[in-house]
């Protein structure tokens, strides 16, 4: 009897703690698109070879906490950087993991950027997923972030290390700007050789999610291609000098490459005033938008359309400030063959606000809003695309239902408040 109760008592325990790790896909990461979040790093993968791979690492000095410690005259931020991978969001299985420890010397008042790089394995003909842990261990405070990888063939983007040929630093993103030389190495193959492909800048807006209009479709044939000789036993030089996508293949009939994009002078900065006027579209009416596009001073003529909605200065610059701070936030995470302001889920981030729960798969993101008194629970589901020029193509799957919230929270903007639906 003994032996019995004591075999259930072990069994419920190896239940409840045997279980193993949470998939990632039941998680709520709404965390990564807050507008006040603590930490903001950005990340740049790279495959060494087909067994091996690197993550770049770009933080930023500021955001740590710095102090002295016992017999040290100088303050300093200890940080542990943890990278897990795994197949998928669905999948707990840990493939490979590593980790590094920085201690970096400054105050809390600097501004630096911290680049660091950890290897792993990853084997060729894969689809996987970073998890990547930073800890500021003076701070006690450890947030989790996520990277897609593709390594199905050797042309894909990720085997092309992009960097400024003044510096040598790495591209922490798939932007570039007119005239800024930069290197592209690729180590896979001896070529002497790189394709490119350049079509211009495509403009448009997403439309309303209850608009059941088809989706759009992708860049479809070159405005111009050529090619470049490599110049240096390390990587091709190279220079963009118009505005729109850049398409590079080590071969010519290869569809996998690298795709690097120069939208806008400053990117994901909002620059100026035109820059401005653009994701007014979203809360405008069409005539409006159409006035302040043609308007000949165009300062003058957005200034008076925020003032005409706050109905106060201060009020105004409250809503200037949020409404292109949320603009801004969209270019630097949504960003894929189009700014991401344009994309769907910039619409929805810049109109409703931030969503109170996102659940990722491989292939959808899920937002949620509502569920407190004023509001019911919504879902919006993302689609991701196949796109051989981004890994970020998301759309959104548009219903009649939504009509109502879009409603409001166009109403709430055009009345003088922020709205956000979280």
């Keep these: 009897m003994h032996f019995k109760l004591l075999f259930i008592v072990l069994s419920l325990f190896c239940i409840a703690n045997c279980t193993g790790p949470k998939n990632i896909s039941n998680i709520n990461l709404s ?3 807050e507008e006040g979040s603590l930490i903001h790093p950005e990340f740049q993968a790279y495959h060494i070879s087909s067994i091996k791979s690197r993550l770049f690492i770009k933080l930023k000095s500021n955001e740590f906490l710095h102090t002295k410690e016992l017999n040290e005259k100088n303050f300093s931020a200890k940080i542990k950087i943890k990278i897990e991978v795994l197949n998928s969001y669905e999948s707990s299985e840990i493939i490979d993991s590593s980790s590094i420890f920085i201690k970096h010397f400054g105050s809390n008042e600097d501004i630096e950027s911290i680049i660091e790089s950890i290897d792993f394995s990853a084997a060729m003909n894969g689809r996987y997923l970073l998890r990547i842990s930073i ?5 006690r405070l450890n947030a989790n972030f996520y990277k897609s990888l593709n390594k199905y063939n050797k042309y894909e983007s990720n085997n092309f290390h992009v960097s400024k040929t003044a510096k040598g630093a790495t591209i922490f993103n798939d932007f570039i700007n007119s005239n800024e030389p930069i290197g592209i190495k690729y180590e896979y193959e001896n070529t002497d050789t790189l394709y490119i492909k350049e079509y211009k800048r495509k403009l448009g807006f997403a ?7 088809p989706i759009k479709k992708n860049y479809q044939n070159p405005d111009t291609s050529y090619f470049i000789l490599k110049k240096s036993l390390e990587s091709f030089q190279y220079t963009a000098t118009n505005f729109g996508l850049y ?5 010519r009939d290869t569809i996998d490459g690298l795709t690097l994009f120069n939208f806008t002078k400053n990117f994901p900065e909002i620059s100026n005033i035109s820059e401005m006027i653009e994701p007014l579209r979203y809360i405008t009416t069409k005539e409006e938008f159409q006035e302040l596009k043609g308007s000949l001073d165009k300062k003058l003529a957005m200034d008076n359309f925020w003032i005409s909605l706050g109905k106060d ?3 105004s610059k409250t809503l200037i400030k949020r409404y292109y701070r949320r603009v801004e936030k969209s270019n630097k ?4 063959e189009i700014e991401g302001w344009r994309t769907d889920r910039g619409l929805l981030y810049i109109v409703l606000g931030p969503p109170k729960a996102i659940y990722r798969t491989n292939d959808t993101e899920t937002w949620i809003y509502g569920d407190d008194q004023n509001i019911e629970p919504l879902n919006f589901t993302f689609v991701k ?3 051989k020029f981004t890994n970020s193509d998301y759309k959104l799957i548009r219903k009649p239902i939504y009509k109502n ?3 409001t929270a166009t109403s709430s903007w055009r009345q003088g408040r922020v709205f956000n639906a979280k």
């Excluded at 800890?135 to 701070?139: E, L, M, Q, V, W």
């Excluded at 439309?207 to 209009?213: A, I, K």
């Excluded at 398409?247 to 071969?251: L, R, V």
């Design 385 to 387: 695309h196949k796109n």
């Design 207 to 213: 439309s309303p999610p209850f608009s059941l209009s």
């Design 313 to 315: 200065p201060s009020i």
């Design 31 to 33: 965390y990564l698109y």
């Design 135 to 139: 800890s500021d261990t003076k701070r």
């Design 333 to 336: 995470v949504f960003s894929a």
């Design 247 to 251: 398409h590079f293949t080590t071969k």
């Design 405 to 407: 919230i879009w409603m």
